[in-house]
T-cell receptor, first 111, second 117 residues
């Protein structure tokens, strides 16, 4: 059964304190791993898609990496505006476009 | 920019009422999805549709139905609302995804927070 586990559930950082969020997955035939950001009371906003082990994507202070078992979202020198819940999802084989989501990591960055 | 619009941000309904949640997308996407999001449980797929008049059950379809009469519109129906359906409901759309894998991206609406009293 396809499964996505994110850790930690919550992370509190000081402004400028770099860290990483983990997304471990089990899926038959990975056809994409997706990172989303969700602010309180809003819908998830797409950040990155990764397709193969070794692939990396960057956007401002965020960098996503992918191995055959997990993905990391590295946050370098975070700012308070990076505070949000970060969701990881995978798409397995099949053409329905369904995603399996993890439960998310809630990041709080204190000034 | 892709836009997915959910008709209401907040709804308050009474137990037993029939509830309609509407979602419209403007990018000609084939796939549309309805999720609910609850603390500690993450996003759970209720129903999805990969074409007009087509629908498939997701992981938690009980108590819900859907309608897709037009490509751009996907409605979620709570036949008889119950208190355990109090939740945040999220609609998403994506292209079909054949060919370029980059087209698998799901784009979400702002969500509807439903309270059933």
């Amino acid at each position: 059964e396809d499964q996505v586990t994110q850790s930690p559930e919550a992370l509190r950082l000081q402004e400028g304190e770099s860290s990483s969020l983990n997304c471990s997955y089990t899926v038959s035939g990975l056809r994409g791993l997706f990172w989303y950001r969700q602010d309180p009371g809003k819908g998830p906003e797409f950040l990155f898609t990764l397709y193969s082990a070794g692939e990396e994507k960057e956007k401002e202070r965020l960098k996503a990496t992918l191995t055959k078992k997990e993905s990391f979202l590295h946050i370098t020198a975070p700012k308070p505006e990076d505070s949000a819940t970060y969701l990881c999802a995978v798409r397995g084989s099949g053409n329905t476009g369904k995603l399996i989501f993890g439960q998310g990591t809630t990041l709080q960055v204190k000034p | 920019d892709v836009k997915v619009t959910q008709s209401s941000r907040y709804l308050v309904k009474r137990t037993g009422e029939k509830v309609f949640l509407e979602c419209v997308q403007d990018m000609d996407h084939e796939n549309m999805f309805w999720y609910r999001q609850d603390p500690g449980l993450g996003l759970r797929l209720i129903y999805f549709s990969y074409d007009v008049k087509m629908k498939e059950k997701g992981d938690i379809p009980e108590g819900y139905s859907v309608s897709r009469e037009k490509k751009e519109r996907f409605s979620l129906i709570l036949e008889s609302a119950s208190t355990n359906q109090t939740s945040m409901y999220l609609c998403a759309s994506s292209p079909r995804g054949r060919g370029s894998l980059a087209k698998n991206i799901q784009y979400f609406g702002a969500g509807t927070r439903l309270s059933v009293l």
